[in-house]
């Protein structure tokens, strides 16, 4: 093995030491300024996106929220709104799409790859690489993250729209990718690896023999990178990838090292790897969000779980990229972006009034009848904050999510049973959406409905689709009935969920005091 580097990585000293270079970002002491008092690294793109043109999101959440802000600027982002019930997924549709390391990010493609190119359109046996029958008619695809059951033509009717929805990757003008995983899960039988842990009891009692855990690394993941550049230019031709690694921490690790080192290797390697390709492909960019936040010295730029980034150092991060990347902005989203960050830095008046500002000028702006709606809620405005989510509700009205997000507005200024009128018509034309159980939930508190309220929520918990607001109404509505217990129960869930909460944790302390009296 010769130890001389390869050619292309080679640069004249001359070049490298002249006088003239610019070397303002180059020096430790000129970072002062940019790590403090939150980490603000400095961009030199290598090309611009047109705001206006059609553009891809995928990777992991961080990718979802670039999509978010990119839709509010009237961009061409396609969204996976496909209805689940709550005994199918638990949260919002979009969040099913997520790809956390290379491998599912080329499987992803390349099935998409596959079908398209063959020109026939989507058929129901392009499915059977990717279920797993775990028996009674039920199958878990394993390209997808969550692994919930579902009957099989419901799974291929997703599938399907999947399809549909991965397939908008090979027109866009642009693609951004988040990279968060290199612990994978390999299906030996198959080939192919799994989105996450496969430990549903009944796929693992049929297929655990084929299932192996491995980590990604530096070459695989480059070479699947590689691959996938590859195949999206490969239909509609070259794109620009806009490529990062998420900040967000491993929740777990499953090799035998301490889960801070397992994830400071898997996000070192990942971040080398964007390196080698920024280096290598004219064609793709590296926007620093990893170094955004976890250079932040500051524990606020986290949430309580110590693990998902803040909405205002989310807000920051992706005004970066959008600021440093994108062109062809509408007047109106700098707005929306300038109340965003005006909000979380709580200057309420600033942030009120631009949003004010966006809407008049924007009526059609989702985020920014959602931001007003945020500002009139802070600022005690409840009836104006209904008035922002009734505009949200009309300009999404099969939105699960908007109907959630205005539950509380309606139960503050006594529309408990209007919200409940809403939720289950909602409900009548899309069952058992779980966002839309949330709001029913919080209507029943909010009408004195209280028997139908905990039973919703029984079913809710029963599928694992409770959040942690949900489980402290369900704890007053069981304390409002006598059931201490059961109330202490939804109590020490709110608890869990909400990392212990100041708010979650006095209201604890609070039942525990009323069950030692009555004990």
Known sequence: MTSAPSQETLQPAEAVLRSDRDISLALHWSAFDRMTPVCNPEVRPKFKIDAQKPIFVMGSCFAR?????????????????FQMAADEWHTIPSVIVNKFTPATIYNEINWCHGILTRGDGFRAEDVDELLYDIGDGYVIDGSLTGFRPLKRDRAIARRAALYDYFAHIFEAEAVVITLGLIESWWDSERQRFLEEVPQNPKLLARYGAQFHF??????????????????????????KFLITTSPVPIVRTFTDDDVIVANSYGKSLLRAVCGELVDRCPNVDYFPSYEAVTLTRDWSVYTADRRHV???????????VIENYFTNIPDHYRDLTASVLAFHEDVLDHALELAEKVVAAAPASFGGWVQLAKCQARAGNFEAERAAWNKVSALLPDNALALELMADSYCKTGGAEALVERAENFLARHPGVA??????LKGYYGAGLLRDCVGLAHRLHTLHAMTGDCYAITSRAHEALGDIEAALAAAHMAVRVERQSPESL?????????AAVGR
């Open 65 to 81: 929220e670039i999509g978010a802000r990119l839709m509010d600027m009237g961009s061409d982002v396609v969204d996976f709104n």
């Open 214 to 239: 491995c980590k990604l690394d530096y070459h695989r993941c480059r070479a699947l990178l590689l691959d996938t550049f590859r195949l999206i230019d490969s239909v509609g031709g070259p794109k």
């Open 310 to 320: 803040e909405r205002s150092h989310i807000a920051r991060v992706v005004a970066m």
């Open 435 to 440: 966002s839309a159980e949330r709001a029913l």
């Open 506 to 514: 006095a209201r604890l302390a609070e039942l525990e005091a009323l």
